[in-house]
């Protein structure tokens, strides 16, 4: 496995987040210096800021992109960083709730507010 590789790993992404041009080997780059380097060795931190890059790029502007953030959602084993996420595309992002539907049967729907916010009963 090479540095990078190794990186990508311990900060918990997969191959989704890149094959889906989420996140670049630049970020992760970054990121694995700045853990090597600073204080901050929680790993959590580093990969929501990776889900804040991946969020920049989520829009109203196109339902594909965000099927394909949501499979990225679906299939990170992190119990708690999707769900964060869930609520910041809820909250941030101006996606017509229209497009959760389709996922309604998600685990990552399962919170009552979340549900309250997009009428699934």
Known sequence: MNDLEHWKSHFGYTSHWFDLGFLTDDFVA??????ETGPNKDVEHYKWAGYLEALSQVTHESQSRF?????????????????????????NCGIPTE??????????LTARSVRDKLGIT
């Not at 497009?99 to 990552?108: A, G, V």
């Open 30 to 35: 970054r990121q694995a210096l700045e853990y």
């Open 99 to 108: 497009w959760f539907y389709e996922f309604k049967d998600s685990p990552l």
């Open 67 to 91: 099927r394909d953030f949501m499979g990225v959602l679906e299939a990170d084993p992190n119990e708690h960083l999707p769900k964060g996420a869930i609520a910041y595309l809820l909250d």
